[in-house]
């Protein structure tokens, strides 16, 4: 029996497609995104928006990135229903950028830390954990969360000046008792839960809102979707205060923008002689040599500056 000339045509065809296909995959290998890092590592000219990336166990999960020169910062969407790996989010615990969109869908942004008091205290960001700092009212009632940690417990738990840092200005308290909360909590609350525990009560305060009246106002071609932003709760204590997104009648979420920033290899000053260094990813630099000297890292006496290559 022979194939008549249709089957024959689809046939080879199909091969055709095969053959590309195994062209392709050999010549490009498409690695798994774990983060807007991985991403921008992919595409040094990938335009700020939504994104899926993959936890640890691949199992995907969406994005805001907003990338920078060799920089950027991750929001998580709170729709996400899988396991967040955090870690795989951020390299730097210097400071955090925290967004909140209003009730009239103007979005600001603010740069978020410890006050000039701890220089050296690292944030702590976690996902639906608390390591070492105080849990949140709300914990258990509307998980998972991200956790934003300023002082831990054993930082916290002294009657001393304490607060929060927001786009270059202190907001300082002074720690009346001792208490150790100091935390900013995102809660993805997929049930739509209402708060428990101080809420009725306790404790809005000056502090409970500088965040919002400090932040920059975000150009709308900047603004994240909706999916993007939160409900919070943030306590100092004791007399810090205590605030659940209620308190803010003109405030419809806040969002958690983690920030990743890439290996400089001209950190460790790899240039010689006083050569000049300049990089192009995590591991590529290059020297420019002064007169008089040459090679990689102008290490070697020469007749005339050249540029080094490595990478
Ligand atoms: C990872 O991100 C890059 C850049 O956006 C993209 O081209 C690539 O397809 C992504 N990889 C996967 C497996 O999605
Ligand atoms: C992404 O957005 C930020 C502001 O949120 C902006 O400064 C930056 O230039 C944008 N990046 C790109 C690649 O458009």
């Known amino acids: 029996m022979t194939p008549d000339k249709k089957t024959l045509r689809k046939n080879s065809s199909t091969m055709f497609v095969l053959l590309l296909l195994s062209v392709f995959a050999l010549s490009f290998v498409d690695a798994v995104n774990h983060s807007c890092k991985d991403i921008y590592l992919a595409n040094p000219s990938a335009t700020n928006g939504t994104y899926t990336i993959q936890n640890r166990k691949n199992q995907p999960y969406k994005v805001y990135c907003e990338f920078h020169n060799k920089f950027g910062y991750t929001y998580v969407s709170k729709n996400t229903a899988v396991e967040v790996n955090i870690n795989d989010l951020f390299t730097t615990q210097a400071h ?96 739509h839960k209402l708060p428990i525990g101080y809420v009725n009560r306790c404790c809005e305060s000056t502090l409970m809102h500088s965040w919002i009246t400090t932040a920059t106002p975000l150009p709308p071609a900047h603004n994240m979707p909706d999916e993007f932003y939160f409900d919070y709760e943030i306590h100092f204590g004791g007399c810090g205060g205590y605030a659940f997104i209620h308190h803010h009648n003109d405030i419809n ?53 050249n540029m080094g290559i490595i990478g």
């Not at 996902?127 to 916290?156: E, K, M, T």
């Not at 260094?277 to 890292?297: K, N, R, V």
């Open 96 to 191: 955090v950028k925290v967004r909140h969109v209003k009730a009239n869908g103007v979005q600001a942004e603010t740069i978020m830390e410890n006050i000039k008091n701890y220089p050296n205290q690292p944030l702590g960001i976690f996902y639906n954990r608390h390591d070492g700092y105080a849990a949140s009212v709300n914990a258990a009632n509307l998980a998972p969360y991200l956790y934003l940690g300023f002082l831990p417990i054993s930082v916290a738990n002294h009657a001393n000046p304490q607060g929060y840092r927001s786009n270059g200005h202190d907001f300082v308290f002074v720690n009346c008792d001792r208490n150790p909360n100091s935390y900013f909590v995102f809660y993805f609350n997929p049930n």
């Open 253 to 305: 979420g806040a969002s958690l923008g983690v920030r990743f920033e890439l290996a400089d290899p001209c950190k460790s000053s790899p240039c010689q002689n006083g050569g000049s260094c300049f990089s192009e990813d995590e591991t590529a630099f290059f020297c420019e040599c002064p007169e008089g000297f040459i090679g990689e890292t102008c290490n070697v006496k020469g007749d005339h500056g």
